[in-house]
């Protein structure tokens, strides 16, 4: 089903918006690298079954968590350059995890129609909230954080990821 005009343009404001956000405001709010990690793993969130799942059950890949919604447009101009890294890496031990801020409705219908390979969890408005704790005190999406084999938080982004961002990201890691 096609957008009509009006959600393509608020889609499409939103997108900019958040691009923007991320451009001008996402270096300053990232400078601090500092650690996120046990933040991590004590978050628990559940899949599009209802299942609850914790990073432990990844321990010892890498691990990409982008977080994510329907209805931002970055997030969906990134979504098959994430597919790709999956297939890529994932034969390294690099697993690609989608964190939804979102409605899951929504969220399971894109995901089927987008065909999304990986391991999709929602977080919903609690998505929000596990972002700042992880130094997004904007809130803006798309957000991604890398965690490496031993569970540490080594790279995170505000803003989409480009391929020559992926690759410079997990190709020293999928080597690891």
Known sequence: ?????????????????????????????????????????????????????????????????????????????????LIAAREKYGPSGIEIVGIAVDNAANVREFSLSFSIPYPILLAEADGLDLMRKLGNSSGGLPYTVVIDRQGNLVHRKLGALKQADLDAILGPLARS
């Open 1 to 81: 089903m096609a957008p009509s005009r009006r959600e393509a343009l608020i889609l499409g404001a939103a997108g900019v918006a958040a691009a923007a956000a991320g451009f001008l405001v996402g270096p300053l709010l990232l400078r601090d690298k500092g650690r996120g990690d046990s933040i991590l793993r004590s978050a628990t969130l559940v899949d599009l079954a209802g299942k609850p799942r914790q990073l432990a059950e990844w321990e010892g890949r890498v691990l990409v968590w982008n977080f994510w919604a329907t209805w931002c447009a970055p997030c969906r101009e990134e979504i098959p350059l």
